[in-house]
């Protein structure tokens, strides 16, 4: 059997590294597939580590603009599948306009189906391709033999806008990178801290509207003002409105930057070593499918402080310290919280540790695989 990959739309973040990962995991033969062609553009491609069974296909229309895309997957992609006799086609990016049928999709992207985050965009460009895609994604999610989603509270707040999906449906969550993987370290106490050797926050997040990192900068500002030796190094790239307001909220509360980096974005392969120098990692995201960043800083034995939103306490469980977001005097109590107090540090470290350690992308491929060869058995 064969499987097509339509990759026209994966082109960064997390959809590109799950897209990596999975190939890199994947024992297609263990579930009777002889190959799998990928169609996408020769970025894309170059990142997929290349294997016996698997056919990269570069398109020209993929290499243009959206409607290039969308032109190549409506007109182009279905013929091309039934020419190379594949028996299925695979969706990671949850947008397809074809005709070839079976398939199996994903939902990786939560924002178009969660209108109260959607509007802190205001009126966008960007909130008129979420609302394209909402309608796309609807229709595909509807068609597909097979659909997958990433956590429980994804499949509850899709189900909730679409109503109905007619395919076999699997929660299959994202694996993590082994290289994140650092067991917790002993915790200094409270007093070991200075401005010299200060508490160091890590956030690693893109800078947009609901991932709230101006309220995050507020939270440490106030605890810098009670006295607490604390800086907060912000890591990821960033939408030009949402950077402008973080570094004017920056330059109001530190204009010396003496507690507040913002590092810009880090190459994927050096993220771990972000991870590695910091003490405490939050995450204060209110709009997140899977959020693999947070399953990499449990991984990597850090004490975490979270958002209390989306599907963090699914992920994260018992195992951090929650905050509302949009609360600053929450976000530093949550902090204080674990600056106080060393041994519920290493609890929480140890205990998110633990938990996460489900999460391989050799068990992701296992279960992909499987999924897409039930449906394929269907039809």
Same mark, same amino acid.
């Given at each position: 059997m064969i499987i097509g990959i339509d990759a026209s739309n994966i082109r960064a973040g997390g959809g590109l590294t799950h897209l990596v990962e999975l190939l890199k995991a994947a024992e297609p033969l263990k579930h009777?597939?002889?190959?799998?062609?990928?169609?996408s553009r020769s970025v894309t491609l170059s990142k997929i580590e290349d294997r016996p069974w698997i056919e990269k $296909? &570069?398109?020209?229309?993929? =290499? $243009?603009?959206?409607? !290039?895309r969308i032109f190549w997957q409506r007109f182009r992609l279905s013929k091309q599948a039934r020419l190379l006799n594949c028996d299925v086609l695979f969706i990671p990016g949850g947008s397809y306009a074809g005709d070839f049928y079976p398939i199996v999709t994903m939902n990786q992207n939560l924002l178009?189906? =969660?209108? !109260? =985050?959607?509007k802190r965009f205001g009126y966008s460009l960007f909130t008129l391709k979420m609302i394209l895609l909402r309608w796309i994604q609807k229709k595909t999610l509807i068609n597909a033999e097979g659909v997958i989603f990433l956590t429980h509270y994804a499949k509850d707040i899709v189900i909730g806008v679409i109503k109905s999906i007619n395919g076999k449906m699997m929660i299959i969550p994202h694996g993590i990178d082994d290289r994140f993987k650092n067991p917790p370290r002993e915790q200094l106490s409270a007093k070991k801290y200075t401005i010299d050797n200060p508490f160091r926050i890590l956030y690693v997040s893109v800078i947009y509207p609901y991932k709230h990192q101006?309220? #995050? /900068?507020?939270?440490? *500002?106030?605890?810098?003002? %009670?006295? /607490?030796?604390?800086?907060? !190094?912000? /890591?990821?790239p960033?939408?030009?409105?949402? @950077?402008?307001?973080?570094?004017?909220?920056?330059? &109001?509360?530190?204009?010396?930057?003496? +507690? /507040?980096?913002?590092?810009? *974005?880090?190459?994927?392969k050096e993220l771990n070593k972000y991870y590695e120098n910091a003490n405490v990692f939050l995450f204060a995201s209110s709009c997140e499918t899977f959020g693999m960043?947070?399953?990499?800083?449990? @991984?990597?034995?850090?004490?975490?402080?979270?958002?209390?939103?989306?599907?963090?306490?699914? @992920?994260?469980? !018992?195992?951090? #310290?929650? +905050?509302?977001?949009?609360?600053? %005097?929450?976000?530093? =109590?949550?902090?204080?919280?674990?600056? %106080?107090?060393?041994?519920?540090?290493?609890?929480? *470290?140890n205990e998110s540790f633990k938990k996460?350690?489900?999460?391989?992308? &050799?068990?992701?491929?296992?279960?992909? +695989?499987?999924?897409i060869k039930q449906v394929v058995s269907k039809t």
């Open positions: 009777d597939f002889s190959k799998i062609i990928i169609w $296909k &570069k398109q020209k229309h993929l =290499e $243009k603009g959206l409607f !290039n178009p189906f =969660e209108w !109260n =985050e959607l101006w309220h #995050v /900068v507020d939270a440490i *500002a106030q605890l810098r003002k %009670n006295g /607490v030796p604390i800086t907060l !190094n912000l /890591v990821g960033s939408s030009s409105y949402s @950077l402008e307001r973080l570094q004017k909220k920056i330059k &109001k509360v530190d204009p010396f930057k003496e +507690f /507040v980096q913002y590092s810009g *974005a880090v190459h994927y960043i947070l399953t990499e800083a449990m @991984l990597a034995g850090l004490p975490i402080a979270c958002s209390d939103r989306s599907a963090m306490p699914e @992920l994260l469980g !018992n195992t951090g #310290v929650y +905050f509302d977001p949009e609360q600053p %005097n929450k976000i530093s =109590e949550a902090i204080s919280k674990l600056f %106080n107090d060393h041994e519920l540090r290493f609890k929480l *470290a996460v350690q489900g999460y391989s992308w &050799k068990r992701c491929a296992n279960e992909t +695989f499987s999924l």
